[in-house]
Every structure is written in structure tokens, then in C-alpha cells.
């Protein structure tokens, strides 16, 4: 990874965001007011910009220490590694946390790990009782817990820190297709949602507590109404509690309190901003601004917790550079307001930083370089 993000990225991002709904913000031509600049903005300026591209990921050479300086420590977690192999097979979702980014990966039967901090990559889920059969959903909670929903051991596989197994959440009598996981922040409950197939009423969430009871009876089932759900595919908690359900076969999302509560919705199908098309997965950052990640459309659309569009980031291509997309599947933010988006197609992590409004200004004013 560029030593310019690993330098940045304990940096602290500033206060809050607003912005405004800008469908012109799809082109990406330079305007005639635009600063020289080799960063890539969204919104362009003249436009206030928002998010910055910061850095990408394909693989361990973008993280990985030199051989010779990766000491002996830890090489049991930390083994040496080709740093011009390719560790992508079919890369699914994302979670990341104090510097560490985690992407599950189905073909490769495992969770690749790049730590930022440690300027290691590694990977879990392959040891004894931990080891995963098909690795979906991922979250995180505030303790470092690690949480895996793995549809085939009908499960929500929970790991430590270092990425050592710790116990199972659900079984087959209370999960049928567990594809993705949420979490409170202090982990007192855990989200699974199911996703039972065509021929399934098994369209719900599940919540457990953190000792892994199931809390009550499951959430929704197959349908259309409020509390239901048809194909959901992700889930995503926000920092207050509220829980996100992306319920991709009825194009919407749904909001839900700690206790599966319904409270609202928004979304439809369509082509035009605001709408979706295929949804594929969907993060709450630390501001509440939610982030759904569309395969059709190949982007990100950025929408307030009141399901307000803000802004779109990214475009299709099958060409790989900063913002483009092809295939992507997984979307995240962490502590400090950076987005991070997996494509299966091109085998990256792309990140973007959240700038602040006097950073989006500073940018303006031809001063860009504002942190460390």
C-alpha cells in the first residue's frame, strides 16, 4: 500500500458533513474552475469536494513488509508470503478497524487480513474449530471481536482479535441461510440475516445476544410489507443503535431499533439517482451516512439516515483505476470515516477518505495537502 495512506491513516477526521444532492457530480471531466490537482475528488470541484481517493489494494505486495524486515515475531500469524501473489479468489464483503481491513473470501475458504498498522498481510478461518466453508458476511464490534456468518456451517463463526476462534452463534434449527452479520458496538447483540431461497419463507433477521441466545422470534419473513423481506443480502448497524437492512429483491432499505423494531424505509426500483437496480451491499458510517453499494449501476450512493441522496461515488469500467468498479460486492467504513469497497471483477480494496468541510475548502483554495 502507498506509504502516503499508512502515513494518513491514524490521522483524525473532523466533524461532521453535510451535503447536497449534486446529479452533476457524475461526470468526472475537469471544469474550467478546477485546481491542478492529482487527486481524484467527488464531488469535482468547483463543486465543495467530499471524498478523497486515498489507495488501493490487490494484493500482499500493496501492505506486506520487505522480507528482511519482517522479523521473527508473530510468524506463526505472519508468515512470509509471494508478495507478487494474488490472494483474491472471490472476495465478498468487508469490514475494517484500527487500521486492519477484512475481506471474506468464498473460494479461498478463508479471511484475508491486511493490517495497515503492522504492514502485515495474513489470513483465519482454516484451524480446527474456526475454519469456514463458505465465509459471507462480516462485522466488527468496539471490543475487536470478529464476527463471520457462514451460510453453509449455518452459523455466525466469532473470532478474537488475532483472529482465533472463540465460539458459534445460531445453528440449523434457528438459521437456515445466515448471509451476512451486524453488531451493536458494544456487541450485546448480534444480527444474523437469513436468506432462505426462492422456495423459503425464511427472509428474516435473527438477533442474538452476546452469549449467542436468540432474543424472541426472528424478524420478517418472505414478503412486501413493513418488517418483511424479499432477498435481503446485507445488514450494517449504526452508531446509535439502529440497525440497516439492505432487502435488495424489494430494492429498499430498512431501518429497524436494537430490538428489530420496524421504523422506517426507503428505495425503489429504477436507473436514476436515488434508485436502485441491484444492491448488493450496504454500510452505516460514524455520522450515520449510509453507503449502498449497486452492482448494476457499479457505484456507491451516499443517502442520510433519513434516505435523503447525498452524492454518488464511482462508475463502471472493466478498466481498473481510482473510482472505477466492475464487479463490486462489499462496501465498509471504519472509526475514521474512511470507505472501503471490495470488487470481485478487478480483485481490489479501493479507499476513500470523508473530508471534512474546511478540508473540502482548503481544496478549493489550492492548499490540498492538509494532514501529515
Avoid at 118 to 128: E, H, I, L, V
Avoid at 137 to 159: H, M, R, T
Avoid at 203 to 230: C, L
Avoid at 297 to 325: C, H, M, W, Y
Wanted: with cysteine.
Amino acid at each position: 500500500m502507498c506509504i502516503k495512506w499508512l502515513k494518513r491513516y491514524c490521522a483524525k477526521t473532523c466533524g461532521g458533513i453535510i451535503f447536497l444532492l449534486l446529479s452533476a457530480c457524475v461526470t468526472v471531466t475537469p471544469q474550467e474552475n478546477e485546481p491542478e490537482t492529482s487527486e481524484i475528488y467527488w464531488p469535482r470541484p468547483p463543486e465543495l469536494p467530499r471524498y478523497v481517493w486515498e489507495s488501493v489494494i490487490h494484493g500482499v505486495k500493496d501492505i506486506q513488509l520487505n522480507k528482511k524486515d519482517q522479523g521473527k515475531a508473530l510468524s506463526f500469524l505472519f508468515p512470509e508470503t509471494d508478495e507478487d501473489k494474488p490472494v483474491f479468489i472471490k472476495p465478498v464483503r468487508i469490514a475494517a478497524q484500527g487500521g486492519r481491513i477484512f475481506v471474506t473470501d468464498t473460494m479461498a475458504r478463508a479471511i484475508h487480513v491486511f493490517d495497515a498498522g503492522r504492514r502485515r498481510y495474513y489470513q483465519f478461518g482454516f484451524r480446527r474449530e474456526g475454519a469456514v466453508d463458505k465465509p459471507l458476511g462480516i462485522a466488527l464490534d468496539q471490543k475487536g471481536l470478529i464476527y463471520v456468518a457462514d451460510s453453509k456451517k449455518k452459523s455466525i463463526i466469532v473470532y478474537d482479535q488475532l483472529g482465533l476462534w472463540v465460539k458459534l452463534i445460531g445453528d440449523e434449527k434457528t438459521l437456515t441461510n445466515p448471509v451476512a452479520v451486524g453488531v451493536s458496538p458494544t456487541g450485546d447483540r448480534v444480527y444474523a440475516l437469513d436468506n432462505g431461497g426462492p422456495s423459503s419463507q425464511a427472509h428474516r433477521m435473527v438477533i442474538f445476544d452476546q452469549e449467542g441466545k436468540q432474543q424472541d422470534a426472528p424478524v420478517g419473513r418472505r414478503g412486501q410489507n413493513d418488517g418483511e423481506f424479499n432477498y435481503p443480502t446485507d445488514i450494517s448497524v449504526g452508531t446509535d443503535g439502529r440497525v440497516y437492512v439492505l432487502d435488495s429483491g424489494n430494492f429498499r432499505i430498512q431501518v429497524f431499533d436494537r430490538d428489530g423494531r420496524f421504523l422506517k424505509k426507503w428505495g425503489k426500483i429504477g436507473q436514476g439517482l436515488g434508485q436502485f437496480a441491484r444492491p448488493r451491499a450496504i454500510a452505516v458510517d460514524k455520522d450515520n451516512l449510509v453507503y449502498v453499494l449497486d452492482g448494476a449501476f457499479a457505484n456507491l450512493q451516499v443517502f442520510n439516515d433519513q434516505g435523503q441522496l447525498l452524492l454518488p461515488i464511482g462508475e463502471r469500467s472493466k478498466a481498473d483505476g481510482p473510482g472505477t468498479f466492475a464487479a463490486p460486492s462489499g462496501v465498509a467504513t471504519d472509526e475514521t470515516g474512511r470507505v472501503y469497497v471490495i470488487d470481485q471483477w478487478l480483485k481490489k480494496v479501493e479507499i476513500l477518505r470523508k473530508l471534512s468541510e474546511t478540508e473540502g475548502q482548503k481544496i478549493l483554495d489550492g492548499k490540498p495537502h492538509l494532514q501529515p
